[in-house]
């Protein structure tokens, strides 16, 4: 049984955040006061992992508890905590696979990990926000930090255009979404999430024009965050001139970041009026996984291949916010985890196979990788039977649960055009599979030097993925749980 408790002023409710704050300081302190040889450069790295598991002891210490503090502008529920360890979990695997790729590509810097737990704190402030404004402060933390680590190969000309078009299209996007938050305050008299769902139930479920204006502009500023179509564009672009492993943080950290507050604010705000908000995310949902997956067939590009993958799989949890029942709400928690493993997997075997200067990002690359690296193959093979929904993986499940979830609900109809986009996606999936094991070698593959932290991420990634795939109803049983406080 959950406990809830209202509170004005509660610290214990913020430890995890503070903790992460305070090693991101130190973090940036230790790199200040240190020199630049190698040595205290790798302790960067294992400080900011060892502040990513103390916050993820003190979140897990919380669960079964939901406290609303600082007058009703933050809670800490199982919701909240689910999500706060997802990002914990995607900030950590990033770590991982950071470690030796920055100092190859000679960007060892400590504002590199800080950033990344910055980041971290925004998207766990926009998963616990109670009100409008704390969430829009918490996209906004982790949006500036992500705005800079995407240009953080400060020497390459693809990063700087990446960063800049990111930074721009993101600050037209927020005013969205701040110009949503003030219509609806303007409509309702207030940002608070419950507060705002009693005013719209107390007048029988009916909006007025300036609350649906509001309630669009908010679906527009969170669409972008999630790369929903047509807010997609910076996408492809943005992640094939970030920094590899960085490009596996924005494609899961931010994304289930922005699906925690849509979920929280449609769920919670806005319930009493799922019938007319259904409408325009079912179109959404619809056009987003279909362009993804048709797109994503003619890319050559590996990361521009895995950005349109991306945008196919947001077009699938936006079928869970569709469906709007539990089956949903926890089905997307469970494909989001599921995603994180399959993912940064994926971005991890890339960055192994990667030299400075001789990225292997074009999919011919891939080419023979099945004889030269037989392990690194049949991990990479895994990840993309994943992705493409194939069973016994964490994909295939997370998907069967959001279509089912939609069948549930009575949208039968986009739970076959979902299956059908995932029958699509297999073409693309199964290309890298068929080139690493049919094709002969197109170059050469350099021996292997690979850093111990990141094997330990494609461990991690494998066992997830699998562990998600086979054994399921463990972490659907805690997502289940988590969704209760959303009501």
């Known amino acids: 049984m959950t406990n809830v408790s209202i509170m004005t002023f509660n610290i214990l409710s913020i430890l995890p955040i503070l903790v992460l704050a305070g090693f991101g300081m130190i973090v940036l302190l230790i790199d200040v006061l240190t020199s630049r040889k190698l040595g205290e450069k790798n302790l960067l790295a294992y400080l900011s992992l060892l502040g990513?598991?103390?916050?993820?002891?003190?979140?897990?210490?919380?669960?079964?508890?939901?406290?609303?503090?600082?007058?009703?502008?933050?809670?800490?529920?199982?919701?909240?905590?689910?999500?706060?360890?997802?990002?914990?979990?995607?900030?950590?695997?990033?770590?991982?696979?950071?470690?030796?790729?920055?100092?190859?590509?000679?960007i060892n810097y400590g504002e590199y990990y800080a950033l990344l737990m910055?980041?971290?704190?925004?998207?766990?402030?926009?998963?616990?926000?109670?009100?409008?404004?704390?969430?829009?402060?918490?996209?906004?933390?982790?949006?500036?930090?992500?705005?800079?680590?995407?240009?953080?190969?400060?020497?390459?000309?693809?990063?700087?255009?990446?960063?800049?078009?990111?930074?721009?299209?993101?600050?037209?996007?927020?005013?969205?979404?701040?110009?949503?938050?003030?219509?609806?305050?303007?409509?309702?008299?207030?940002?608070?999430?419950?507060?705002?769902?009693?005013?719209i139930a107390g007048r029988g479920g009916g909006l007025d024009p300036l609350l649906i204006l509001g309630?669009?502009?908010?679906?527009?500023?969170?669409?972008?965050?999630?790369?929903?179509?047509?807010?997609?564009?910076?996408?492809?672009?943005?992640?094939?001139?970030?920094?590899?492993?960085?490009?596996?943080?924005?494609?899961?950290?931010?994304?289930?970041?922005?699906f925690a507050a849509f979920l929280r604010i449609f769920m919670t705000s806005f319930a009493y009026t799922h019938h007319?908000?259904?409408?325009?995310?079912?179109?959404?949902?619809?056009?987003?996984?279909?362009?993804?997956?048709?797109?994503?067939?003619?890319?050559?590009?590996?990361?521009?291949?895995?950005?349109?993958?991306?945008?196919?799989?947001?077009?699938?949890?936006?079928?869970?916010?569709?469906?709007?029942?539990?089956?949903?709400?926890?089905?997307?928690?469970?494909?989001?985890?599921?995603?994180?493993?399959?993912?940064?997997?994926?971005?991890?075997?890339?960055?192994?196979?990667?030299?400075?200067?001789?990225?292997?990002?074009q999919i011919n690359d891939y080419a023979g990788l099945g004889f030269k690296h037989p392990l690194l193959a049949i991990a990479m093979t895994l990840f993309m039977l994943s992705m493409a929904g194939v069973p016994p993986m964490a994909g295939f499940v997370g998907k069967f649960y959001i279509f089912s979830a939609a069948i549930k609900s009575g949208y039968v109809g986009l739970a076959v055009i979902g299956v059908i986009n995932s029958v699509i996606s297999v073409y693309y999936y199964l290309r890298i599979t068929v080139i690493m094991y049919m094709k002969e070698p197109a170059r050469e593959f350099s021996p292997l030097t690979i850093s111990p932290l990141i094997v330990a991420a494609i461990v991690i990634s494998v066992v997830g993925t699998l562990q998600l795939g086979i054994f399921p109803s463990k972490v659907m049983e805690i997502a289940q749980r988590s969704i209760f406080t959303l009501k």
């Not at 990111?166 to 940002?191: E, H, K, R």
Request: glycine share 8%; hydrophobic share 55%; net charge positive.
């Open 118 to 199: 910055f980041s971290t704190i925004g998207m766990m402030l926009m998963a616990s926000g109670a009100d409008l404004l704390n969430i829009y402060i918490g996209l906004e933390v982790m949006s500036i930090s992500i705005y800079i680590l995407t240009g953080f190969k400060r020497s390459k000309l693809i990063s700087n255009e990446a960063s800049l078009k990111y930074f721009l299209l993101g600050a037209f996007a927020t005013g969205f979404l701040l110009y949503g938050i003030a219509l609806i305050y303007g409509s309702t008299g207030t940002i608070n999430l419950r507060q705002i769902a009693c005013f």
């Open 276 to 361: 007319e908000w259904q409408k325009i995310i079912y179109i959404l949902a619809v056009l987003t996984m279909t362009t993804g997956n048709v797109v994503a067939i003619a890319q050559t590009n590996i990361k521009r291949m895995l950005a349109y993958s991306s945008i196919a799989h947001a077009g699938y949890l936006l079928i869970a916010l569709v469906s709007a029942n539990n089956m949903g709400v926890s089905g997307t928690l469970f494909y989001i985890l599921a995603y994180i493993f399959m993912n940064i997997g994926a971005f991890a075997i890339v960055i192994v196979l990667s030299r400075k200067g001789d990225e292997f990002i």
């Open 52 to 106: 990513i598991v103390v916050a993820a002891v003190l979140s897990r210490s919380s669960i079964g508890t939901a406290t609303f503090s600082f007058n009703e502008t933050f809670t800490i529920d199982n919701y909240s905590i689910f999500f706060n360890l997802i990002f914990l979990l995607s900030t950590g695997l990033t770590i991982l696979i950071s470690h030796n790729y920055i100092k190859r590509e000679e």
């Open 215 to 258: 309630m669009g502009l908010i679906i527009v500023g969170l669409g972008f965050k999630v790369a929903s179509v047509p807010f997609h564009a910076w996408v492809p672009d943005v992640y094939e001139g970030a920094p590899t492993a960085i490009t596996a943080f924005m494609s899961v950290g931010p994304k289930a970041a922005g």
